[in-house]
């Protein structure tokens, strides 16, 4: 059977403990003398997700340690979720696309909210376009017509189409494991053990 990227991660059981990071490229060169600082802001960020299971069984364990090789280390891709809640913080109502294409940079122009609405999305949340996550930085109110104007961390990762969907839910990113080698632990009690680092496959 021949396996094909991206795939999807296995839904039980969840994993016990994760970590979200997003890593920022910023250069800084500090005065030997003064302390003072030059910064050179690279415009770079990446998601980083570590996931550690709880014991399993051999049954348990199986879909797991199977996804986990199926990626074949830094080979394949998944659509990895995010770790922490499943639904957005704000009212999130509506039917939101990406409002017009060649969009670049941190803020994305959208339509089809629930009008007029305060906290359409709260600071913090996040959305989903094509493959990648993005976080929602200030809280928004819709307009009466529908529209919102989202301050976002990444930079988009490329220009989404014009009316692309818009993700608020069980949001997900496009993930490779960050590491070539694929473990795992077993006990006296014959339960497994299993932890995996993610980083974000960015475009080319």
Same mark, same amino acid.
């Given at each position: ?6 795939? @999807? ?14 890593? @920022? ?15 050179q802001d690279h ?15 051999? @049954? ?9 090789? /199926?990626? *074949? ?15 957005? =913080? ?15 940079? *941190? ?8 009008? *007029? ?24 109110? /819709?307009?009466?017509?529908? /529209? ?7 930079? =988009?990762?490329? /220009? ?24 795992? @632990?077993?006990?006296?009690?014959k339960h497994y ?12």
């Open positions: 059977m021949t396996i094909t990227y991206p795939l @999807s991660v296995p839904t039980s059981p969840k994993p016990r403990k994760s970590r979200l990071l997003l890593r @920022s490229k910023v250069g800084t060169a500090e005065s030997t003398f003064t302390f003072s600082t030059q910064k415009a770079c960020q990446r998601w980083e997700i570590d996931y550690e299971l709880p014991p399993m069984t051999a @049954s348990q364990a199986g879909a797991w340690i199977a996804f986990m090789c /199926s990626l *074949n280390g830094a080979k394949g891709t998944a659509l990895v979720p995010e770790p922490d809640r499943t639904a957005a =913080l704000g009212v999130a109502t509506g039917t939101p696309i990406v409002d017009g294409g060649s969009q670049t940079g *941190n803020v994305l122009l959208t339509k089809g909210w629930t009008g *007029n609405t305060a906290g359409i999305l709260l600071a913090g949340d996040y959305i989903q376009v094509g493959s990648y996550m993005y976080m929602v930085l200030k809280t928004v109110a /819709s307009e009466t017509g529908g /529209s919102a104007s989202l301050d976002i961390m990444p930079a =988009l990762r490329s /220009s989404p189409t014009a009316s692309a969907s818009i993700t608020t839910s069980n949001v997900k990113t496009l993930m490779r494991l960050s590491t070539n080698e694929m473990a795992w @632990s077993t006990d006296e009690l053990g299993l932890s995996m680092s993610f980083i974000e496959e960015l475009p080319s």
